[in-house]
């Protein structure tokens, strides 16, 4: 009986421990060194929520970055396909009922994130004790995230910029601003397309519009009013309407994603398409969904860039966890990974500049494949994207002046 009672008190101090290491949210991390965050790390397990969208992104994450996390830190990785814009309103639920967290990581930007920070949902500011954070990122690139400042609760996860792509087999020049593109629509009814504000991308492609017809300081300082957003970018809203009749389907309709976007161009319905992902034509160019003189270009005046990033939830159930996971996200070996086209092609948002020797070469072997712009050249010619609370201001006069007119 005696022996039964040790084995029993035994298994429960080892239960105990283990409830404590899986969840140490009640540590407090600023009394602990780096090294000690990432101990406590060892054994547990921790939930990312991020976008599920892309196979690509999914298989690495499960099959490469999950791997490593449990031979780096023996952590297991429970990978959860729920999007930022749905994660915000199950963190305003779990903090209105002071229940339980659920979510250790988070891949979030833009709206989404200042959402987050402005009803508190965020822990931080943690990125000082990610040592490759300190290590590996250019600080000032991750200050701001769509003009509204990070303060250290984001970490930066990679880096996406617009291009657009065209094909050299049916056109000798492409477009370089809004102007030539309208001169190309008038010239070739219906080959031009893109989708409506719904989609991130159709988004971008709206912005991007806007900065190259009204440039790009105006916005800066501009009060997130309606009236008057609508003054400064009225000339963009005329320079749509203008060019509404001569898209795919005289603009009666507009795609639905990119997706559709990408088939249509494949198909020889439209002569181009655009997308985030700067390697993204190399992809498909590789795959056959594109011609094999399928070709990456910028606007003359650059294209708008952003940083995707990773936070933690202010009641984030493993933060030491969640620690350990951004660390190795920032890692080159993580970071060299993704930038491969054919895992991702994702642009790297540590330094190239800041790396050791040995670390450069696991980025300069990678082959970016054809029909591509090299990283610098498409960073050389980056805009920075539109302040947070602008963005549905302008989706929504979008949808107003030029969708619904």
């Known amino acids: 009986m005696k022996k039964l009672t040790i084995l029993l008190c035994t298994l429960l101090l080892l239960f105990t421990a283990a409830c404590q290491k899986q969840t140490n949210d009640e540590v407090d991390f600023d009394t602990l060194s780096n090294q000690e965050i990432l101990d406590a790390a060892q054994g547990t397990t921790i ?59 988070v891949w979030i930007n833009g709206a989404n994130f200042k959402a987050a920070m402005e009803n508190n949902l965020l822990y931080g500011p943690f ?27 984001e970490a930066p996860y990679g880096k996406a910029q617009l291009v657009f792509i065209g094909d050299t087999a049916r056109h ?42 009204v440039g790009t300081e105006v916005f800066k300082d501009l009060k997130a009013d309606k009236d008057e957003v ?6 963009a809203l005329d320079y749509f309407n203008e060019l509404e009749p001569y898209l795919w389907n005289q603009g009666q309709t507009y795609p639905a994603d990119l997706s559709q976007l990408d088939k249509m161009f494949s198909d020889g319905e439209v002569d181009y398409t655009f997308n ?73 948002s ?21 029909g591509v712009l090299k990283q610098e050249e498409v960073l050389a010619k980056r805009l920075e994207e539109m302040r947070a609370d602008l963005v549905p201001i302008v989706e929504e006069l979008w949808r107003e002046e030029v969708l619904e007119k």
């Open 47 to 105: 939930n990312f929520y991020g976008w599920g969208g892309d196979p690509n992104i999914n298989d690495w994450i499960e099959y490469s970055v999950a791997p490593s996390l449990k031979e780096k830190y023996g952590l297991e990785l429970n990978y959860v396909h729920m999007a930022a814009p749905e994660v915000i309103p199950k963190l305003l639920n779990e903090k209105s009922a002071n229940s339980k967290g659920t979510v250790d990581v």
């Open 127 to 153: 990125v000082t004790k990610v040592d490759n954070f300190n290590a590996f990122v250019d600080q000032e690139s991750a200050q701001f995230d769509f003009g509204f400042p990070t303060d250290g609760y």
């Open 172 to 213: 000798d020049q492409f477009f370089s601003n809004h102007q030539e593109l309208l001169t190309f629509a008038k010239a070739n009814l219906g080959k031009f397309a893109y989708p409506e504000v719904k989609d991130f991308t159709g988004s971008a492609f709206v912005r991007n519009m806007i900065f190259d017809i």
């Open 230 to 235: 609508k003054k400064v970018i009225q000339p």
């Open 276 to 348: 985030y992902t700067p390697f993204h034509a190399s992809v498909k160019i590789e795959k056959g969904e594109f011609p094999e003189t399928a070709q990456t270009f910028l606007l003359e005046n650059g294209t708008i860039g952003n940083i995707h990033f990773l936070a933690i939830p202010f009641n984030a159930p493993n933060k030491a966890g969640a620690i350990a996971f951004i660390n190795y996200i920032l890692s080159p070996e993580a970071q060299a990974q993704k930038y491969n086209k054919l895992v991702w092609g994702d642009l790297p």
């Open 350 to 370: 540590i330094d190239y500049n800041l790396l050791s020797d040995d670390d450069k070469k696991l980025f300069d072997h990678i082959d970016i494949g054809k």
